[in-house]
Every structure is written in structure tokens, then in C-alpha cells.
């Protein structure tokens, strides 16, 4: 079974509005985290968010918040205030503890595009 | 202020040919990893390390070799290039020990054709 799905290829969204970037999870541990990337058509990753499976509250960063269901495993990243410069590749990803310490391992993406 | 530094950022091999991308972090991390991004399937987890002198491989290891002589850097080896390893190739680094949170640093990507 996948680790981490994203069930949305791509999606557009209109400048200015909210976007939710889905994501579901499966593990059995107890503690873990919760990662968010942005890839821009330039090809960095870069680290948005993070939520870790015994926060009790959801993460926020500026206009990224984490919208965290534990117990449906679902971690999805609402965008607010959408600007053209969030069009990008977005990966959901996770950390769990065990032997491989701090592998990550990703979902296939979604691709936002913010339309004018 | 360098953070990851991956090399050569493209190139371009004929199949069977060996190559070393290289990868450097100055910013005393632990733990490195190697993943590569194919289309659809996000990064997977080629090999990581969790300290000097010890690799282990993640999950598509194979055609591919590390070493970690030092905590800077971690090189990833192509034996015999095939073109099922075209791919854009990820170099990370995290600090250990200070929790779940951690965040990995990448490198900037190796865009690798083999033809």
C-alpha cells in the first residue's frame, strides 16, 4: 500500500482564493511527522510546513495552514490568498521513527497552477 | 551560507557509461540521502546515511552506490548507466537527534539523461 497519497494530479485555482492540496497517509506508528514541499518550475524543494502526529493543534506558516485528521490520516495543505507565485509542485511527505531515522518518504505531487 | 551543494546540475550519459554526482553539506547534518523524482511517483529513496562510514540502502538502490567517508559529503555512484535512470536526482541533509521535526535541506537536482 502507499505510504502517501495525492489523489490530485494538478489542479487550478484563481488568483487570490484558497486552495487544499490533499493528502492521506498510512503508518502504525505512534509518532511521526508531517511534511510539506513546494517544487517551482525552477526545481528546489522547498520546506513549507509541519505537523507531528502528537500536535494537538494544526500548523500554520503564514498563508499555508495544515489541515490535520488524525484519525482519518489526512494532512492537507490549505494555500490562502493564492498568488501567481504559488503555481509550483507541492509534495506531501512523512517521517516515522525506526530504523532508517530520518527517511521521508513522498507522495507523486500535485501540480497547482494560479490562474489570473 | 551554502547549505547542500549538488554537482554537475545536468548531464547527459550513454548507457553502460559510470559516473559520480557529488554532493556537499556544510552545515554539520548527520543524516544524507539520495532520492530521485520520476514523473507521477514523487522522490523515492535511493540510499541515505546516518553518519560517516555508515550507508544503507532505501528503496530503489539498485545500479546505484554510496560511500561517507566524511559527515560533508555523500557521492552517489551510477556503475553502468541505464536509461531507466533518467531522473532528477536529490541530495538531502538533516540534523539528527533533535526530534521529528527536522526538516531535510536539498540540494538543488541533478537532471541525469542516459541515452
Known amino acids: 500500500a502507499q505510504k502517501i497519497t495525492q489523489t490530485q494530479p494538478g489542479m487550478f485555482v484563481q488568483e487570490k482564493e484558497a486552495v487544499t492540496l490533499d493528502c492521506t497517509y498510512d503508518t502504525s506508528d505512534q509518532s511521526y511527522g508531517l511534511f510539506w514541499y513546494k517544487q517551482p518550475s525552477s526545481g528546489e524543494m522547498i520546506f513549507l510546513i509541519y505537523?507531528?502526529?502528537?500536535?494537538?493543534q494544526n500548523a500554520t506558516e503564514g498563508r499555508y495552514s495544515l489541515n490535520f485528521q488524525k484519525a482519518r490520516k489526512s494532512a492537507n495543505l490549505v494555500i490562502s490568498a493564492s498568488q501567481l507565485g504559488d503555481s509550483a509542485m507541492y509534495f506531501c511527505a512523512m517521517r516515522e521513527k525506526g530504523a532508517a531515522g530520518n527517511k521521508l518518504t513522498f507522495g507523486g505531487g500535485t501540480r497547482v497552477l494560479v490562474k489570473p | 551560507n551554502a547549505g547542500v551543494t549538488q554537482t554537475p546540475k545536468f548531464q547527459v550519459l550513454k548507457t553502460g557509461q559510470s559516473m559520480t554526482l557529488q554532493c556537499a553539506q556544510d552545515?554539520?547534518?548527520?543524516?544524507m540521502s539520495w532520492y530521485r523524482q520520476d514523473p507521477g511517483m514523487g522522490l523515492r529513496l535511493i540510499h541515505y546515511?546516518?553518519?560517516?562510514?555508515?550507508?544503507d540502502q532505501g528503496e530503489v538502490p539498485n545500479g546505484y552506490n554510496v560511500s561517507r567517508s566524511t559527515t560533508e559529503d555523500f557521492p552517489l555512484r551510477l556503475l553502468s548507466a541505464a536509461p531507466s535512470q533518467t531522473s532528477v536526482y536529490f541530495c538531502?541533509?538533516?540534523?539528527?537527534?533533535?526530534?521529528?521535526?527536522?526538516?531535510?535541506?536539498f540540494g538543488q537536482g541533478t537532471r541525469l539523461t542516459v541515452v
Open positions: 546515511s546516518v553518519g560517516a562510514g555508515i550507508t
Open positions: 505537523q507531528g502526529s502528537y500536535d494537538e
Open positions: 552545515m554539520n547534518h548527520e543524516y
Open positions: 538531502a541533509s538533516t540534523l539528527t537527534g533533535y526530534g521529528m521535526n527536522t526538516e531535510a535541506f
